[in-house]
T-cell receptor, first 115, second 117 residues
Framework: AQSVSQHNHHVILSEAASLELGCNYS??????LFWYVQYPGQHLQLLLK??????LVKGIKGFEAEFIKSKFSFNLRKPSVQWSDTAEYFC?????????????FGSGTQLTVLP | GAVVSQHPSRVICKSGTSVKIECRSL??????MFWYRQFPKQSLMLMAT?????????EQGVEKDKFLINHASLTLSTLTVTSAHPEDSSFYIC?????????????FGNGTRLTVT
């Protein structure tokens, strides 16, 4: 079975601070990796995804994530956060093949950016 | 442990039949639940918001008559795929948030893999 772990439930930063949200997964095979964001009062949006190729993935709004296979990690980063980045962030893993493929979400990290 | 339970985890059905997927909140009452669908190698798409005691709110482009949502109790929402066709084959996932708790995380079910033959 696959699982996803997000270590920080709530992160509070000041504007312009750098951000790194941890995501670790457990699955022995090939995986697709995602980061989703949910802004207050809105629904999930895809920030970025990794399927194959360059392990450093760039997404929308200046976010990026690095897939480190040896560490089973897919941490989300942003060099300088803004107040508008206040939201909930979810890491997700899609492992397995064919009909066994399953999408598993982490428990989420609430990011609060102080102006 | 899991706080949102989804059943079944996998279902195979014949074209033309209907399939019901259940989403239960295990230790809290969810007045709102969300249903998503994931297409192969694509991101999750919100299909509808299920509201207890009232009609579901569907996203643009989602057929209400095909994807019937019933939120009959505070702990159960069901998604019924009616007259399923092979193009309905997908991964369906529900989520709910514990109400009244500040910064309560969004809890996801484990999803249902639907294959229509």
């Amino acid at each position: 079975a696959q699982s996803v772990s997000q270590h920080n439930h709530h992160v509070i930063l000041s504007e312009a601070a750098s951000l790194e949200l941890g995501c670790n997964y457990s699955y022995g095979g090939t995986v697709n990796l995602f980061w989703y964001v949910q802004y207050p009062g809105q629904h999930l949006q895809l920030l970025l995804k990794y399927f194959s190729g360059d392990p450093l993935v760039k997404g929308i709004k200046g976010f990026e994530a690095e897939f480190i296979k040896s560490k089973f990690s897919f941490n989300l980063r942003k060099p300088s956060v803004q107040w508008s980045d206040t939201a909930e962030y979810f890491c997700a893993v899609n492992g397995g093949k064919g009909s066994a493929r399953q999408l598993t979400f982490g428990s989420g990290t609430q990011l609060t950016v102080l102006p | 442990g899991a706080v949102v339970s989804q059943h079944p985890s996998r279902v195979i059905c014949k074209s033309g039949t209907s399939v019901k997927i259940e989403c239960r909140s295990l230790d809290f009452q969810a007045t709102t639940m969300f249903w998503y669908r994931q297409f192969p190698k694509q991101s999750l798409m919100l299909m509808a918001t299920s509201n207890e005691g009232s009609k579901a709110t569907y996203e643009q482009g989602v057929e209400k008559d095909k994807f019937l949502i019933n939120h009959a109790s505070l702990t159960l929402s069901t998604l019924t795929v009616t007259s399923a066709h092979p193009e309905d084959s997908s991964f369906y996932i529900c989520s709910a948030r514990r109400p009244g708790v500040q910064n309560s995380p969004l809890h996801f079910g484990n999803g249902t893999r639907l294959t229509v033959t």
